[in-house]
């Protein structure tokens, strides 16, 4: 079920909301109601909402404020309840990405369609994040420490694109700050993401996740040493058999002799 919470200091019009919306015809349940943004902020938090629907107007802290402090750490959708008057701040939600508005005095019609195209935008975020899981949980069976950031299990989307990004730019000199920017979130949201969420730093993780992909490339003997050292982001050859040894204690040669049996005596480049 995606789970929803609304978010509305007019009492009247959150439980009108709350009681007769059909939420469970859109695989929906209600698990949270507060009237306020502060409140609203500290449990979206704690209970991890799918989908908030709050006001933009509220006491203590508007929707947009709300809205704000909550991406930092989420990656929650919000519907933004409106007035004709509050339109100003629409620019402000869009560039925060929310899904879509709500005016007052709210149309079920209007509501059906946001909703909607919001559980619909889950959807599609919940198969990209279960065909990123299945593929980062492919491994080609390596030794040592390596072996779990093959069987890694993403299940944050921030934390799925940043890992999608690192295998696309593999060969490129990217960083934290520049991967965060992409994604438009915090370096130390990102950090704290990789670190909870793998069990790695950012740079162990890009680091033991190239030496990975290196491995992979040796098993194909037309793969050269110093071309495989390129397309994992190291230029420089005699450092990347360094790295590679360092991390899974045999140099590329070897690696690639014990792995190939049929390499075993042959002479290969550096």
């Keep these: 079920m995606i789970k929803i919470m609304v978010v509305e200091d007019e009492q009247l019009l959150r439980k009108g909301l709350v009681m007769t919306t059909p939420w469970h015809d859109y695989g929906c349940e209600v698990i949270g109601e507060v009237g306020d943004g502060l409140e609203g902020a500290r449990l979206i938090g704690k209970l991890h909402p ?26 929650t959708e919000f519907i933004l309840i409106t007035g004709f008057s509050d339109f100003k701040y629409a620019k402000a939600a869009v560039d925060l990405g929310a899904q879509g508005f709500i005016l007052k005095p709210i149309d079920d019609a209007e509501l059906d369609a946001v909703l909607a195209k919001t ?12 065909a990123l899981r299945e593929r980062s949980a492919e491994s080609v069976g390596l030794p040592g420490k390596l072996a779990p950031v093959g069987g890694a299990k993403p299940n944050d989307r921030y934390l799925a694109e ?29 950090s704290k ?11 162990e993780f890009c680091t033991t996740y190239r030496i990975k992909k290196a491995a992979e490339l040796l ?19 005699r450092y990347f058999s360094t790295l590679f040894k360092k991390q899974i204690g045999l140099t590329p040669t070897e690696f690639r002799q014990y792995h190939v049996p049929e390499t075993a005596g042959t002479t290969r480049e550096p």
Excluded: Q, W
């Design 50 to 75: 799918d989908i908030v629907i709050t006001d933009i107007r509220m006491p203590g802290m508007d929707g947009i404020e709300m809205m704000r402090k909550v991406r930092e750490t989420s990656d």
């Design 119 to 130: 559980v619909e935008a889950i959807g599609r975020k919940r198969k990209y994040d279960l």
């Design 162 to 190: 940043a890992i999608a990004y690192i295998e696309a730019n593999l060969e490129r000199n990217f960083s934290l700050r520049s991967i965060a920017d992409h994604l438009h979130i915090s370096e130390s949201y990102l």
């Design 193 to 203: 993401l990789f670190k909870s969420k793998t069990s790695y730093t950012f740079l």
């Design 219 to 237: 098993m194909d003997e037309r793969n050269k040493v110093y071309e495989i050292a390129d397309k994992v982001g190291y230029p420089d050859s």
